[in-house]
């Protein structure tokens, strides 16, 4: 852990991070410290430190070995933190960091190379191409609802685009954070790559020290604070924000599939997901049936007491138990669940499915980080639809019909950052597809390519010789009558046959 003295400047920058329960280690970066460790990484940036294909590849190559190597302690720190299940962390963490790394590798070359682009009239002899360049400096802040994933696999294709980052872990998952901040200096280039330690209030000034570009992952409270705190130097910023995501239960539908679905990926990590499905709106015909499924789809995972469950987590901290219990007690009826319990070392609610509840619960009010189902009923997928679009723009929206016509009108007349059929939380960790907000949900995305595109300037190249000057000379002044009318002739003729005006 990295020590130093106070630092004498007035501001509040990093706080200690705070006990998230009693006896937990503070962890703690300077001021200072941070500052130098923003001048170095800038310093091995414009010295071209991660230019060469070859150093990103070993890079992304050393990632995966961290990972490898290191399993089992990525396992006890999550396990620490939120009682993660093994099998939750391997395949949902490391395993989907793993990929993206490795997807990366095979794929680098190939992103890379210069793209050509369509030529026109006056520069048929010229070279048209769109170089990636790397932005320089990033700053990747992660969320604790997935700590490694979410630092991570932005991290990946900060390396891919050639960037130097500092990597910011949750607060909240402190033995998280204090392993990537332990590992990454031992596998990843100790000029270009750096961990550091602090509380979500501290961020935003750590963004005014100036990146050359900012990925957060969060809350929209904290999302709105850093987007205000970049803008103040112009630095651009992907924000991946949480919200309400709906999820629509046709008439039409496997029910036994369709719950098993739902349940795994509103409880799984005990309900702290930003993809998770945040409420059901199911048609009415369909409602007892689906409540019926859910008790004995929860039975069947978690038992009769899912606190002896190893496959169910804790909540992260006493503040997010607090403020879950207090929405669920005031909203809507509990048909499933409502134990809580509130421990020393765990801190447990049971899986809780909510039934007559109404929009203007608290519940439907605010995003909820823990395992907590409402159901609500609607009459049809147009009553549906209409609900979802009265609301913000989410993250994801969800829908399970076996009826194509259904889903389709699902996937077209509502907007949201992402949208998968029949299942859940998939559409977020695919490499191919890009992964991000739109409106209220945030703005960017990552995954595969995009990730690499997002941490990467496209700069527009045009390599011209000085020939053809029969035709770019119509350009220069005195401007006459007759060059612009032979422009205009060839601009005519070239509309005609390409439908478009190649002589500009």
């Known amino acids: 852990i990295m020590s130093g003295p106070p630092s004498p400047s007035p501001t509040r920058w990093f706080k200690a991070l705070r006990r998230t329960r009693p006896g ?26 991660t230019l060469k294909e070859g150093f990103r590849l070993a890079q992304l190559e050393a990632v995966v070995r961290m990972l490898e190597e290191h399993e089992c302690d990525f396992v006890d720190a999550l396990g620490r933190d939120l009682h993660k299940p093994r099998f939750e962390t391997v395949v949902f963490e490391l395993i989907t960091v793993k990929n993206e790394a490795l997807h990366a590798i095979s794929n680098l070359k190939k992103w890379m190379e210069p793209q050509s682009v369509e030529k026109n009239l006056s520069t048929s002899l010229d070279e048209c ?30 390396i891919a685009a050639g960037d130097c980052a500092l ?177 020393e070392k765990y801190i447990v609610e049971a899986p809780t499915v909510l039934v007559e509840v109404a929009e203007s619960d608290p519940i439907m009010q605010q995003e909820v980080f823990g395992p907590v189902l409402p159901i609500l009923t609607v009459n049809d997928v147009d009553e549906a639809i209409a609900f979802i679009n009265k609301q913000e723009k989410p993250l994801c929206v969800y829908a399970y019909s076996t009826n194509n016509k259904v889903i389709s009108r699902l996937m077209s007349e509502t907007s949201s950052g992402s949208f998968c059929s029949n299942d859940c939380i998939f559409q977020s960790l695919m490499v191919a597809l890009p992964f991000g907000g739109v409106g209220a949900c945030g703005m960017g995305s990552f995954h595969g ?36 009318s032979l422009m205009t002739w060839a601009c005519t003729l070239s509309q005609k046959s390409q439908g478009w005006c190649q002589i500009m």
């Not at 360049?133 to 900060?158: D, H, K, N, R, Y």
């Open 167 to 343: 990597i910011s872990p949750s607060e909240y998952t402190v033995h998280t954070a204090e392993l990537l901040h332990r590992l990454i200096p031992f596998y990843l280039d100790n000029e270009c790559f750096h961990v550091i330690l602090a509380g979500i209030s501290d961020l935003s000034e750590i963004v005014e020290l100036k990146f050359d570009h900012v990925f957060f992952t969060g809350n929209r409270e904290d999302g709105s604070r850093i987007a205000v705190a970049a803008a103040r130097t112009l630095t651009p910023v992907t924000l991946i924000l949480g919200g309400k995501n709906p999820c629509y239960v046709d008439q039409h539908c496997d029910i036994t599939t369709t719950v098993q679905r739902i349940a795994w990926a509103r409880f799984h990590n005990a309900g702290q997901s930003i993809m998770a499905p945040s409420y059901i709106l199911c048609h009415t015909d369909v409602k007892a049936r689906l409540v019926q499924a859910l008790k004995c789809c929860l039975m069947q995972f978690y038992g009769p007491d899912p606190r002896e469950s190893r496959s169910f987590g804790r909540m992260v901290n006493l503040e997010i138990f607090n403020r879950t219990r207090e929405l669920l007690w005031r909203s809507g009826k509990v048909v499933a669940g409502g134990q809580v319990t509130e421990g």
């Open 24 to 49: 937990e280690p503070c962890l703690r970066t300077y001021p200072l410290e941070c500052v130098d460790l923003l001048r170095r990484a800038r310093i091995a940036f414009q010295a071209g430190r």
């Open 129 to 158: 191409l769109v170089i990636s360049e790397p932005l320089g400096v990033v700053f990747i802040m992660g969320t604790w609802c997935s700590p490694v994933q979410m630092c991570l696999v932005p991290l990946v294709g900060a």
């Open 449 to 484: 390519r995009y990730s690499f595109d997002t941490f990467s300037h496209r700069k527009a190249c045009l390599l011209r010789g000085t020939r053809f000057e029969c035709v770019t000379y119509l350009r220069y002044p005195p401007y006459e009558d007759r060059n612009l």
